[in-house]
Nanobody
């Protein structure tokens, strides 16, 4: 099970950190990603981290502003978001998969947390 948290209402230019906590030791070996979906838009890849945390990947729209990290001792993955823009407004989901292919099939999904950025 994945539990996403940390969403909220922020002003443009602000920062926010999301957390994704999982149950089970296997999570530590999983690739974990963040996706987001804004109203009326398709789901968008935001960032991903392979199990060690040393391999990270970002969508073009968030490069340089968002940072994904993980603490495997806490079974938690974080998404630090800075320089927030109105267009970052979306429901953010964390997802996990046992494989290492970033574009692979994520079989585990959290419930989503709403991020709203006021302009």
């Amino acid at each position: 099970q994945l539990q996403a948290s940390g969403g909220g209402l922020m002003q443009a230019g602000g920062s926010l950190t999301l957390s994704c906590t999982a149950s089970g030791r296997a999570f530590r070996s999983y690739t974990v990603a963040w996706f987001r979906q804004a109203p009326g838009k398709e789901r968008e890849f935001v960032a991903a981290s392979r199990w060690s945390g040393s391999n990270t990947f970002y969508g073009d729209s968030v490069k340089g502003r968002f940072t994904i990290s993980r603490d495997n001792t806490k079974n938690t993955v974080y998404l630090q978001m800075t320089s927030l823009k109105h267009e970052d407004t979306a429901v953010y989901y964390c997802a996990a998969q046992a494989g290492s292919e970033i574009s692979g099939n994520y079989g585990y999904w959290g419930q989503g947390t709403q991020v709203t950025v006021s302009s």
